[in-house]
């Protein structure tokens, strides 16, 4: 099925390596950008030097492994995180249309966090916080629609995704509504429409545990979700404890989602578009599928950041542009895999 979707033009074999060179020239042109524009010289003089600067000047060094640098590690950091998390659900639950956001995940993992914040929590309570309700989503969801009889199991996952996910929003705006209107609904607000601007060192170090033990765990199961393609009994025939890999399949793409989430804001459309792009790449096979999604993920959401800071004097948040961009990308997608099929 993979050649048959890429056809000759790229062999599924490239993708990964292809996508990593994209990504790697994405980095060094994103440090470069910016309202202090430095050359690739400039650059490479700082990252050979180290953060201390040596014979770069000071603001250089300064601006790349201070600012530009924690930020350019987010982006890939959340860009990685989400796709991975929507390959892993959308396999999970056998339908293209699940994501992070269709789930409840991103809504409740932005409830928890928004509520941390408006308690004056520290990260890393605002990143336990946003774990806590989006496993608390990811589960509603779950249980809420296995109850519901007589409809189609895949249309009832996502009508139940939906009016979750808008439970959640209404407490969302309940949280905004009882917030501080000058201390912290400028916060909630800003976080909430999602940014790298305050990116630091120590958010990176904070989010990069939870979202590496999310796609360790995703990679290390990566043959045995391909099983939960097949019926329940036939996986259980092949060896598969379904009970117990669901679990953690939800778990690791909820960790990894909500740490995403924490330090990012709600992002939308990573999760949903590039495990698609990824698919018609590599074909369905999980383990193909999760690294190049991942690396894809991490390319995207980096030229994101990159454009919403280089477009205008502004700086957009990056959900919007995700929005503006992935509208139109998922309705190709949805026509091209539909004739291809």
């Known amino acids: 099925m993979a050649r048959e979707l890429t056809g000759s033009r790229v062999p599924a074999a490239w993708a990964l ?7 790697a020239g994405l980095a060094l042109l994103s440090v ?20 201390g600067g040596g014979g770069t000047d000071a603001t250089v060094a300064g601006i790349v492994w201070q600012i ?27 339908n293209p249309l699940v994501a992070p956001d269709t789930l409840g995940v991103s809504a409740g993992a932005a409830l928890g966090a928004v509520v941390a914040i408006l308690a004056g ?24 629609s296995s109850r519901l009889r007589g409809y189609e199991p895949i249309v009832t996952l996502i009508l ?53 033990l999310g796609l360790a765990v995703l990679a290390a199961l990566a043959w045995r979700i391909d099983l939960l393609a097949l019926p329940d009994d036939e996986a259980r ?17 909820t960790l990894a989602t909500a740490a995403g989430v924490a330090v990012s804001g709600i992002v939308g459309w990573v999760g949903l578009i590039v495990p698609h792009m990824a698919r018609l790449i590599v074909g ?7 690294p190049l999604a991942a690396a894809m993920g991490a390319a995207l959401m980096l030229a994101i950041d990159t454009a919403a800071r280089a477009l205008l004097s502004v700086e957009l948040p990056p959900g919007i542009l995700t929005a503006v961009l992935g509208t139109p990308l998922f309705l190709w997608l949805l026509a091209r895999v539909r004739r291809d099929w």
């Open 68 to 94: 530009r640098l924690p930020r350019i590690g987010l982006a890939i950091l959340v860009g990685a995180a989400l796709a991975a998390a929507g390959a892993a659900f959308q396999q999970l639950f056998r």
């Open 237 to 253: 025939a092949l060896g598969a404890d379904t009970r117990v890999l669901r679990a953690a399949v939800i778990g690791a793409a």
């Open 284 to 290: 369905p096979g999980f383990a193909r599928l999760l």
């Open 121 to 144: 929590a520290a990260f890393a309570s605002v990143e336990l916080a946003a774990f806590t309700g989006g496993l608390a989503a990811v589960v509603v969801v779950t249980l809420v």
């Open 32 to 51: 470069c950008v910016g309202r202090y524009a430095l050359t690739p010289a400039q650059v490479l003089a700082a990252l050979r030097e180290g953060p």
């Open 160 to 212: 139940t995704g939906v009016v979750v996910g808008g439970l959640l929003g209404a407490g969302i705006s309940f949280v905004k509504l009882v917030a501080d209107p000058y201390n912290q609904l400028p916060a909630i607000t800003f976080w909430l429409m999602g940014s790298f601007a305050a990116a630091t060192g120590r958010d990176l170090a904070a989010a990069a545990p939870p979202v590496a």
């Open 17 to 23: 390596p292809i996508a990593l060179a994209a990504l």
